[in-house]
């Protein structure tokens, strides 16, 4: 298969930041993406459904003359948010859902939720207005090793909270391991996974091996190529459990590239080539349109889009670096190798 034509995809976890950084941003995601579940996680978070939509208007003064993209908006769950602002999310034409962080699992979570239970309150009016849960899967507790931390957050807190509340859905992001995988499958409907093109792409060992490869380096971390291998089957097996969510997130070199570098992987501009090398590498790139273009609608009840896009199977070098706010550069994701499709 040389070409492939798919429904315009949709990616449902990504990063765009604020300020300067949507000038880079959102023309990158915009170009390939028609919806985008934009990460709330901002200095300060995005709180409140008023929040929310001050954000998405600051992100749609960046959207390129004529493109028709459309960010969906998350709150950002801490401690204190109060159930009455699940009403607001239900009665909301641009906000679908809120991002749980346990407290310090990654960049800008410091506001997270400390404890699930002081929030269940809020999350009992989420089951009954369906409001999906996005998680960030991985305890925190300094002393659990940063490989397990996805595998406990499922016994610790992922099953009790199922079992409290099993109409509610919700979405597992960036899931990382084979253990998160088959935890998916054995739950209801009501609960699905994204993940993301580096997951898929590499393992600790491309991170590891040879030394350390900062730009591969995102949290949840990867994991063996074992865990690589089973999100490839979930991924390109059809099942709309499983659907594209790139985690993409802009830092720039310098902050990569240092003593103790940010965590994030940059593939906006060619996510959905990155995703079409990765199902092609074993052999199912007619799986392709159903992970990226219409499993993740369906699970959060919106339309199906109506454009298309065409990918072709042709060489493409991936820039080396790319512009990022005044005298800054990110390097993306595969910068400067060659991957085997292209959005035409």
């Known amino acids: 298969m040389n070409t492939i034509t798919l429904t315009q995809p ?6 765009l930041r604020d300020g300067l950084a949507l000038e880079r941003t959102v023309p990158d995601l915009a170009k390939q993406f028609r919806r985008a579940i934009c990460m709330p996680n901002l200095v300060p978070p ?5 929040e929310a939509i001050a954000y998405r208007n600051r992100i749609m003064q960046h959207v ?5 993209f459309d960010p969906r908006m998350v709150l950002y769950f801490t401690d204190q948010t109060p159930p009455d602002e699940i009403a607001k999310i239900k009665a909301s034409n641009c906000v679908n859902a809120i991002k749980l962080y346990p407290a310090g699992a990654t960049t800008n979570s410091d506001n997270g939720v400390s404890d699930i239970r002081k929030v269940y309150a809020t999350i009992e009016e989420m089951e009954k207005h369906q409001i999906p849960l996005l998680l960030h899967g991985e305890v925190t507790h300094k002393h659990v090793d940063i490989f397990d931390r996805e595998k406990r957050f499922l016994d610790e807190v992922l099953s009790p909270l199922i079992q409290q509340f099993p109409d509610l859905k919700i979405v597992l992001e ?3 391991t084979s253990d998160a995988a088959n935890f998916v499958l054995e739950q209801s ?3 699905a996974a994204t993940i993301t093109p580096q997951h898929l792409l590499f393992n600790r060992n491309d991170m590891l091996v040879g030394g350390v490869k900062p730009h591969l380096y995102c949290l949840p971390i990867l994991k063996r190529q074992t865990h690589q291998t089973t999100l490839l089957e979930v991924a390109t097996s059809g099942n709309p459990k499983f659907f594209l969510g790139t985690d993409s997130a802009p830092h720039a070199q310098n902050a990569k590239e240092n003593a103790c570098g940010c965590a994030g992987c940059y593939s906006a501009p060619t996510a959905i080539e990155l995703y079409a090398q990765a199902f092609d590498q074993v052999g199912r790139i007619e799986r392709l349109e159903g992970f990226a273009s219409h499993f993740g609608a369906d699970f959060y009840g919106l339309p199906r889009n109506t454009d298309t896009i065409t990918l072709k199977k042709e060489d493409q070098v991936i820039p080396e670096r790319l512009d990022y706010l005044e005298d800054q550069q990110i390097i993306p994701l595969y910068a400067g190798q060659t991957i085997q499709w292209r959005k035409v």
């Open 46 to 50: 995005v709180k409140t459904v008023d």
């Open 10 to 15: 949709d990616d449902w976890h990504v990063h």
């Open 64 to 68: 390129p003359e004529g493109n028709l």
């Open 189 to 191: 409907k009501k609960v």
């Open 174 to 176: 960036h899931i990382t």
